[in-house]
C-alpha cells in the first residue's frame, strides 16, 4: 500500500455524543462488515461496555475504501468519552496522526469534548469539527457550530454535518478524512519501530501487542526486541482488525495491526514501549506515555470462597490490558491479607471490580475509596501516601497537602446559583466564567478532588437536571488544614474506616459517620461502642446495644434466686464475649464512609 494512501485518525467526543454509532456507519459504508455481521457498538467487545452503553478500551480497526479509482487504508481507533478514561484518548491519538472531534447537534460542547480536544492538539492531531444527529428534531447545527468556533477555533462553514445513526454525511465525511487529514511520514528506509499502544492476554497465544508502525517495517519469523524491556523475541503471527484478528505476513510505516511473539509472561510488556528489529535496532526509542497518576484508592480483600492466590492472579490479568490500574499488596487486622488498588476515577474503580467479579469469578470486599496525600515530615522531606493509615504520627509531621484539580463545569444559565452554591460547600475557588452560548456558561473552579470524588457528579447532574458536565484534571498539591479521624468499633481503632478531612468540618462528618455506622453494624450478643477519635481524643460516641436472650424462659415457679443465678451466670457471659468477641463489619458499613449526605 503507498504510504500517500494510509490515513490513521481516532474520534473523539463527550459520552453518549455518538463514536460508537460513526465507527459502526463507517464499518458498513467501507463494506469491512456485511449487513449480516453488524450490529450496535461492534468495537465494544465487553459485555459491561454494551450493557452501559459505554466505551471503556480504545479499539483499532482497518478499512479499506474505494476513492476515484483509488483504495485508501483508514486506520481507526475507537476511543472512550468518560472522564476516568481521558488515558486511553491520550494513547490513542498519539498513535494517529488525525482526529475527528465529534459534538451533539441537540447538547452543545461539553465538559469532556473540551478535554479531548486539548489531548489532540497536545498530541499534533489534525482536528475536523463534526456536528452529529443533526436529524434529532432538538438539533440546533448552527448554534453548535457558532459554539466550536468560538469555544475551539474550527471555523463553523469547516464543520462536517452528519447523523451517525442514518448514515446522512458519512460518506463525505470519509472523503475529507482522505483528503484533509495527513498521511503518516515515509519512513520505510529507518530501522524498525513500532508503538504499543495497548495489549492484551490469550491464554493460548501469550501477550497480543497492540501497535502502531511509525519506521521500518515487521514481518513474520523476525527477532524483535522491547526496547524498554531490552529482551528478545520471535514473531509468530502479524495481524491487522477488521474488526475481527485477520493474520498478515507484514506490517509496514504507518499501519496499525497486532503482533503476536510467544511473550508469555504479563510483566514484560509494557504500554508506550517500543518494538524494533533485533538485528538493526533503532538508535532510540519512541516518545511512549507519561505514566498515568492514579488519584482514588481503595483495599480489595478476597470475599467468600475467594483465595488470596486467585485475586492476585485476577488482578495481574487486569493490569496487563489497563496500564492505568495498579496494586501493592496490603494486610489489616479487620480483613486479612489483600490488596491497595490505584484508580483514575470512581468510574473506573467500579469497572475493574464488576470486571474482577465477573471475568474471573471472585467475591471482593471492597473498602471506600481515598485519595492519595503529600505529607512534609519534620525533616523537610516529602512523602506520598494512598491511604489515611499510612499517615506519621502527628509529631513526624509538619503538614498535609491535598490533590487540588482544575475543575471545569458546564451548566445551563437557569441553574447557576444551586451549582455555584455546591462548588462552595466543597471548598472550590472560582477562577472563571464564560458564556458558551445565551444559554449555557463554563465555570472554571480550583478545587479539592477529595471533596469532588465521590458523589459531587451525581449532586451536579441532579441541580441542573442532567444538563451540566464536569470534567477535572490534577494540578498539584497544596497544604491544608487536614486532620486524620479514627473509628474505633469495640475500643479498637479500624484502619479501613480512618479518613483525612478538613479541620473545618471534621467533628461532624465524624458523628454522621457513626450514626451511619451504627445503622450498618448488626447487632451483636454484647454491646459494641462506636467512638470517633481526633489525635487521640474521643469526640464522639454511638453504642449498638446487645441482643438480650431470654434464658428464663424454661425456668417456670420456684424460687427466684434460680432465675438469678442464670441472669448472673449471663451476665459474666457477656463480660468475657465483650472483651475477646470480634465485631464482623459488612462491606454497607466500609462504603458508609464515603456518603457525605444527611
Partial sequence: ??????????????????????????????GTITAREAKDQILDSMDIERERGITIKASGVTMEYERDGETYMLNLIDTPGHVDFHYEVSRALTACEGALLVVDASQGIQAQTLANAYVATEAGAEILGVINKVDLPA????????????????????????????????????????????????????????LIYDSHYDDYRGVICYVRVFSGTLKVRQKIRLMGEGSAYQVTELGKFRPDMRPVDELGTGEVGYVIANIRNLGDVHIGDTITDDARPAPDALRGYKPPMQMVFSDFYPGNNTEYPRLRAAFERLALNDASFSFIPQNSQA??????????????????????ERENDIDVVQTAPTVSYEILLSD???????????????????????????????????????????????????????????????????APLSEIVYDFYDQIKGISHGYATMDYEF????????????????????????????????????????IKLRRSIPRHQFEIPLQVAIGGKIIARETIKAYRKDVTAKLYGGDVTRKMKVLKRQKEGKKRMKSIGSVEIPQEAFMSVLDTSD
Fill in 1 to 30: 500500500m503507498d504510504i500517500q494512501h494510509i490515513r490513521n485518525f481516532s474520534i473523539v467526543a463527550h459520552i453518549d455524543h455518538g463514536k460508537s454509532t460513526l465507527a459502526d456507519r463507517m464499518l458498513e459504508l467501507t
Fill in 139 to 194: 438539533a440546533q447545527p448552527e448554534l453548535v457550530a457558532e459554539e466550536i468556533e468560538h469555544v475551539l477555533g474550527i471555523r463553523r462553514n469547516e464543520c462536517f454535518r452528519i447523523s451517525a445513526k442514518t448514515g446522512l454525511g458519512v460518506k463525505d465525511l470519509l472523503d475529507a478524512v482522505c483528503d484533509l487529514l495527513p498521511p503518516p511520514a515515509d519512513r520505510r528506509h529507518e530501522p524498525a519501530r513500532a
Fill in 335 to 356: 480483613l486479612g491479607f489483600g490488596f491497595r488498588c490505584g484508580f483514575l476515577g470512581l468510574l473506573h474503580m467500579e469497572i475493574i471490580q464488576e470486571r474482577l
Fill in 380 to 446: 523537610g522531606t516529602a512523602k506520598r501516601i494512598d491511604s489515611p493509615s499510612e499517615l506519621p504520627d502527628r509529631t513526624q509531621v509538619q503538614e498535609i497537602r491535598e490533590p487540588f484539580v482544575r475543575l471545569e463545569i458546564i451548566t445551563t444559565t437557569d441553574t447557576i446559583g444551586g451549582v455555584m452554591k455546591l462548588a462552595e460547600s466543597r471548598r472550590c475557588k472560582l477562577v472563571k466564567t464564560d458564556y458558551l452560548s445565551p444559554t449555557r456558561v463554563l465555570f472554571e473552579y480550583r
Fill in 475 to 514: 494540578t498539584g498539591f497544596e497544604a491544608g488544614d487536614l486532620v486524620k479521624i479514627d473509628i474505633l468499633v469495640n475500643h479498637t481503632p479500624v484502619e479501613a474506616l480512618s479518613l483525612i478531612v478538613h479541620r473545618s468540618n471534621a467533628e461532624a462528618r465524624g458523628r454522621k459517620l457513626i
